[in-house]
């Protein structure tokens, strides 16, 4: 029973980095056999089809690092800095670790077809709403839209991230990551 496992989390890994360096309309059932070695009737033992493969993958890695993200994030003590500090170096790390997989994570989800809704208990985008809405119930952040901040913050902190994986930024995300916190403390705080 071991090796359709290991086979499997080949395809998955070998889905994984293609989705995240090709996305999702330009990657096809062939590439994703020929990445992980195995033939495409070993992909459909497993999944409907690539879209089913790539929404299942994704929505159990987006789980999974919400998971891990959001009590970062929602750790109450300390002043707001030090936690999005936290919460950046989190992202940071996990993208020097696992580029391909952040990447999956955060920036293919455009890819999906509209109908396919993430459930926002795992949504990482919904964790930092509720962080953003919690800050503000304390009086830490002014009022605002929550939602807007969010896609502010999410830019600041994940642009660096687009320019590093594309050559247009040499230095590493986690070494910027007190001036890109700084700059989501500016957004919050406005």
Known sequence: MARPTRKKGKIEEAAIRLLAGKG?????????????????GALYRHWAGKDDMAWQLYCREVSAFTAAFEPILSRSAGPLRNRLLDAVRFVYRFYGDQPD????????????????????????????????RAEMAAGNVPPGDPVLRMA????VVLEPVLMHRYGRLKTAPIDLAEQVAAACVRILER
């Open 101 to 132: 997989r952040l990447v999956f994570v955060l920036l293919t989800r455009q890819g999906f077809p509209q109908r396919r809704i993430l459930d926002e208990s795992i949504d990482p985008d919904h964790a930092v709403i509720r962080f953003i």
């Open 24 to 40: 999702l309309a330009r990657t096809t059932i062939r590439d994703i056999a020929a990445a992980a070695g195995v033939g495409e």
């Open 152 to 155: 502010m913050v999410r830019g």
